[in-house]
Nanobody
Framework: QVSLVESGGGLVQPGGSLRLACAAS????????MSWYRQAPGKERELVAR???????NYAGSMKDRFTISRDNAKNTVYLQMNSLKPEDTAVYYC?????????WGQGTQVTVSS
């Protein structure tokens, strides 16, 4: 079965960086796009970035300026490098994919940006 497990979240000061990872299993990883979403307290879940199976990235809004999505198909892992973090980036970050018309989600990893 499809499994997505995020890691790398934590507490970071404003201006700091974090690298999130999502380890995937249960499907042919290189054949599917992978996405990062986030959900801040009291807000709806929003798309952060998506990357195709071939590694072509797309970003939502201004995320491209500070965030970089990448993948390692040999390791079945997708990454989200986050730089110049701001307090408004505080959220639970989720990894997601759609396999055969069904959406799968990880359990999420908390990112807190605070001094």
């Amino acid at each position: 079965q499809v499994s997505l497990v995020e890691s790398g979240g934590g507490l970071v000061q404003p201006g700091g960086s974090l690298r999130l990872a999502c380890a995937a299993s249960g499907f042919t990883f290189s054949s599917y796009a992978m996405s990062w979403y986030r959900q801040a307290p009291g807000k709806e879940r929003e798309l952060v970035a998506r990357i195709s199976g071939a590694g072509v990235p797309n970003y939502a809004g201004s995320m491209k300026d500070r965030f970089t999505i990448s993948r390692d198909n040999a390791k079945n892992t997708v990454y989200l490098q986050m730089n110049s973090l701001k307090p408004e980036d505080t959220a639970v970050y989720y990894c997601s994919t759609r396999v055969i018309f069904r959406d799968y989600w990880g359990q999420g990893t908390q990112v807190t940006v605070s001094s």
